[in-house]
T-cell receptor, first 114, second 114 residues
Framework: AQSVTQLGSHVSVSEGALVLLRCNYS??????LFWYVQYPNQGLQLLLK??????LVKGINGFEAEFKKSETSFHLTKPSAHMSDAAEYFCAVSVNSGNTPLVFGKGTRLSVIA | NAGVTQTPKFQVLKTGQSMTLQCAQDMNHNSMYWYRQDPGMGLRLIYY???????DKGEVPNGYNVSRLNKREFSLRLESAAPSQTSVYFCASSEFRGGVYEQYFGPGTRLTVT
């Protein structure tokens, strides 16, 4: 069975500072990993995905994530936070090319301070 | 393309009442999912349908039933609502894209059971 742990339910950064949201996964088979973003009162939008093609994955809005098998991690980063990045972020794992339901972490709420 | 649509957007029920949450997608996807989102819990899978005519239980199926009416539509029914079913419900569908199945989410239904 797969699982995801997101460290920190709430992260607060200053505008222009580095964003780092942590995600560790557990999977007995090669995982497919995803980061989703949820803006207030909206559905989830895919930020980026890991499919084993490359360990450093670039997504939308300047976000990227690095797959580290030795650390079972897939942390999300952005060099410079914008006010518009304030949202909730979810890490998720799947197997079988992702053709199975996603298992989500509990989410991390990102606040950006002016 | 409307993507994934859900109705209603908001609903208030009394304990013991029944209702059906509707979901439709116009992207010709085979797989569809129902998740619930509760504060601090992330998204948890209720039921999913890998293809028309098939459904499977997820992590939290108790108190719910589903119908995959056709390829487009996947409904979720609460036969006798309970306060513990107060939540935001998301429907999703998935397609194979860029080496992995990506899930697309609807805007959600916010349900309150009093």
């Amino acid at each position: 069975a797969q699982s995801v742990t997101q460290l920190g339910s709430h992260v607060s950064v200053s505008e222009g500072a580095l964003v780092l949201l942590r995600c560790n996964y557990s999977s007995s088979v090669p995982p497919y990993l995803f980061w989703y973003v949820q803006y207030p009162n909206q559905g989830l939008q895919l930020l980026l995905k890991y499919t084993s093609a490359a360990t450093l994955v670039k997504g939308i809005n300047g976000f990227e994530a690095e797959f580290k098998k030795s650390e079972t991690s897939f942390h999300l980063t952005k060099p410079s936070a914008h006010m518009s990045d304030a949202a909730e972020y979810f890490c998720a794992v799947s197997v079988n090319s992702g053709n199975t339901p996603l298992v989500f972490g509990k989410g991390t709420r990102l606040s950006v301070i002016a | 393309n409307a993507g994934v649509t859900q109705t209603p957007k908001f609903q208030v029920l009394k304990t013991g009442q029944s209702m059906t949450l509707q979901c439709a997608q116009d992207m010709n996807h085979n797989s569809m999912y129902w998740y619930r989102q509760d504060p601090g819990m992330g998204l948890r899978l209720i039921y999913y349908s890998a293809s028309e005519g098939t459904t499977d239980k997820g992590e939290v199926p108790n108190g719910y039933n589903v119908s995959r009416l056709n390829k487009r539509e996947f409904s979720l029914r609460l036969e006798s609502a309970a306060p513990s079913q107060t939540s935001v419900y998301f429907c999703a569908s998935s397609e194979f894209r860029g080496g992995v199945y990506e899930q697309y989410f609807g805007p959600g239904t916010r349900l309150t059971v009093t």
